[in-house]
């Protein structure tokens, strides 16, 4: 497992690199949070940066290094996916950077002291151009499809990237609900995707650790989807909610064979789309 100490001049040489259309480089930082550069928009979605007692991966990069992102993104409003201890420390280093996240958390992202200027809050089925990139959105059910009666919020959503000719469907944190899949088709073709596989059960629930696909979950939906590339999240960073990522895709090969590669991520390692 990681246990910090990266080359920051390394991964700034990496994410300052020139990319052509089409071209995109994915940095995983654990958990459900990647790096992802898309042309000349640095994104950053869903790291988890504060350390913590529990915590089977010390930080990839420690928050206050953490400069030159144009977009944060969070899926929902858990800890290891809107780390808000980290949000107040980028509001300042990243001054220019907005802050992508689920309408419904309007209050406490602004009680982080990031203005409303610099939210771009989101709703299932909102798109929204956010500089050089869009955002689209899709509710996601983190265990249940939670929605505000009052708003029609969804407290947690999913979110389809589009920027610089690339594609990515970053899932946060869902289990697989009826019509998912075709909000999902309706935005293909997708270069991308990203998917929990950490899946759920009663012990887990009993103790409020809200679940996700399985990871044979996930494999059907890759397999139905059929993105050009997929990458297993969500296993590696709590001892007691993980799940072995070889046999997401050793099951992926075994039933839908070389439609949809597969890479399972090493921390801090780029993950290159199209070049």
């Known amino acids: 497992m990681w246990n910090g100490g990266i080359d920051m001049d390394r991964l700034a040489a990496y994410s300052h690199a020139s990319l052509a259309h ?10 459900m949070g ?14 988890y940066a504060t350390p913590a007692e529990d915590r089977q991966v010390a930080p990839i ?39 992508v996240f689920p309408a419904s958390h309007i209050g406490v992202v ?49 979110y389809i990237i589009r920027g610089n ?22 935005l293909k073709p997708i270069d ?27 494999v059907d939906l890759a397999g139905e989807l059929g993105p050009r590339l997929v990458i297993p999240g969500h296993w590696d960073m709590f001892r007691d909610n993980s799940e072995d990522p070889h046999a997401f895709k050793d099951y992926l090969e075994v039933k839908y064979g070389d439609r949809v590669p597969c890479v399972i991520p090493v921390h801090a390692q780029p993950i290159c789309i199209g070049l």
């Not at 089409?22 to 958990?31: C, R, Y």
Request: hydrophobic content about 40%.
């Open 22 to 31: 089409g071209q995109a480089k994915l940095w995983w930082l654990g958990q």
């Open 34 to 47: 990647f790096l992802i550069k898309l042309g000349g928009t640095t994104i950053v979605i869903d790291y």
């Open 61 to 99: 990069i420690p928050a206050a290094e953490l400069k030159g992102v144009d977009l944060f993104i969070g899926t929902h409003d858990h800890l290891d996916h809107i780390d808000h201890e980290s949000w107040r420390i980028w509001k300042d280093t990243c001054p220019d950077a907005m802050f």
């Open 110 to 158: 602004h009680s982080d002291g990031i203005d409303f200027m610099r939210m771009v809050p989101m709703a299932d089925g909102l798109t929204r151009q956010v500089g050089e990139v869009t955002v689209t959105a899709i509710a996601a059910a983190h265990e249940f499809l939670d929605r505000n009666p009052v708003t029609g919020y969804h407290p947690a959503l999913q």
């Open 165 to 186: 000719g690339v594609t990515i469907y970053h899932a946060g944190d869902t289990c697989r609900y009826e019509g998912m899949l075709g909000k999902l088709e309706a």
């Open 192 to 218: 991308c995707a990203i998917l929990p596989i950490n899946g759920r059960d009663a012990k887990r629930l009993r103790r409020n650790c809200i679940g996700n696909m399985t990871y044979q979950e996930s």
